[in-house]
DNA sequence: CATCATATTCGGTGTATTCCGAATGTTCTG
DNA sequence: CAGAACATTCGGAATACACCGAATATGATG
């Protein structure tokens, strides 16, 4: 095939923008995955390939999505730690946003924020719980007591390890890990 | 205070269950937290307290949902490893649950189902814009295989990672965690 | 402090999900 | 193989959610 300078870069701008595409559709399927909306998946990606922070509106723009959808996305993205807000010199108030590639960090956030709640949470109903059942006779309570301490154990030992996958960097862990699949 | 026998064990019976209930309501809440359903946590919390596998009539009758949507509910827990499908000798077809209590169990499954398929998914798509990138000249070619590449070392780590958690014993795990962190 | 640019929130609409009761399958048993 | 005892699937109603466009709030700037 041959082809002049002119239609070899219009054909590479439509395999580069396929590329792009291809990779958003998965990450579009990603996010559904782990149970966040497909437009969250898209959004995500649009940042990805973008090489500086971009505006609201931009994303607006360029994901096809009303304004107020990708308002919200973002805040709620941005809760999860998936994207950051920036704010850029001279342009205002505006807001910018960037994605967040080391997924490592978004699930350290996820665990020291969601997860400790519900660790938290689950261990109060716990320890109230026993509470009743130790100051209950019958054999029911000796059952229910019985299974509510081994939750309680359970949710002991996750509470440490919590803490320490919060407190490593993935570099330490992988590191670790490898040792360990040594021995 | 001053109650007969038969009072207090009727006052027990009430701090019993309300104890059993408690838990059972933070279960509720947790699933939320995950993802799932407020009915899962119940349905789950259900076969927690019950020490022999129970029939989804036994369900049906605890819960006060639909058969219906008991039998769904088991079905989508029983993918995830969130319960068990057990026979009982003797009672034909009928269907038993018993709830799984080893949670390290449940997220181990779900890494080598779910986790280990979206890895798959994204990894071909990541060869695939990877290979059309190459052929493609331009800047916009250069930075976003710069971008897929770096995506795709990520998940190479990933993968690496999914091996190791998905044939260690929660016990391995922890005491080799517990050595990292003394380090 | 008024105006402009921008983000957020609100109310409505269409779509997906949950749950129900009824209908249908399926498997055991006489 | 007929019937009983189940589980599953189906269709529909109520509810929740995503998305939109319009209205409102917030912050920057002259």
Same mark, same amino acid.
Not at 51 to 58: F, H, T, V, W, Y
Not at 62 to 69: I, L, P, R, V
Not at 85 to 92: A, D, I, K, L, N
């Given at each position: 095939?041959?082809?002049?300078?002119?239609?070899?870069?219009?054909?590479?701008?439509?395999?580069?923008?396929?590329?792009?595409?291809?990779?958003?559709?998965?990450?579009?399927?990603?996010?559904?995955?782990?149970?966040?909306?497909?437009?969250?998946?898209?959004?995500?990606?649009?940042?990805?390939?973008?090489?500086?922070?971009?505006?609201?509106?931009?994303?607006?723009?360029?994901?096809?999505?009303?304004?107020?959808?990708?308002?919200?996305?973002?805040?709620?993205?941005?809760?999860?730690?998936?994207?950051?807000?920036?704010?850029?010199?001279?342009?205002?108030?505006?807001?910018?946003?960037?994605?967040?590639?080391?997924?490592?960090?978004?699930?350290?956030?996820? +665990?020291?924020?969601?997860?400790? #709640?519900?660790?938290?949470?689950?261990?109060?109903?716990?320890? $109230?719980?026993? =509470? !009743? @059942?130790?100051?209950?006779?019958?054999?029911?309570?000796?059952?229910?007591?019985?299974?509510?301490?081994? +939750?309680?154990?359970?949710?002991? #030992?996750?509470?440490?390890?919590?803490?320490?996958?919060?407190? $490593?960097?993935? =570099? !330490? @862990?992988?590191?670790?890990?490898?040792?360990?699949?040594?021995?």
């Amino acid at each position: 095939m041959n082809q002049d300078a002119e239609d070899v870069d219009g054909t590479d701008e439509d395999a580069v923008q396929q590329a792009r595409e291809e990779v958003i559709q998965a990450l579009e399927r990603s996010a559904e995955v782990y149970g966040l909306n497909q437009s969250y998946g898209r959004l995500y990606g649009i940042l990805f390939f973008e090489n500086e922070p971009l505006s609201l509106d931009g994303l607006v723009e360029e994901s096809g999505y009303a304004k107020s959808t990708v308002s919200t996305a973002m805040q709620k993205m941005n809760r999860l730690h998936l994207v950051h807000r920036r704010s850029v010199p001279g342009e205002g108030k505006k807001v910018f946003y960037e994605a967040e590639t080391d997924f490592w960090h978004v699930i350290q956030k996820f +665990l020291q924020h969601e997860v400790r #709640r519900e660790i938290d949470v689950m261990t109060r109903a716990l320890d $109230s719980a026993a =509470e !009743r @059942l130790e100051d209950a006779d019958g054999e029911q309570a000796d059952a229910y007591l019985e299974r509510v301490e081994s +939750l309680r154990t359970m949710y002991d #030992r996750s509470e440490r390890l919590l803490g320490i996958l919060t407190s $490593s960097s993935i =570099e !330490r @862990l992988t590191g670790l890990l490898d040792r360990l699949q040594r021995d």
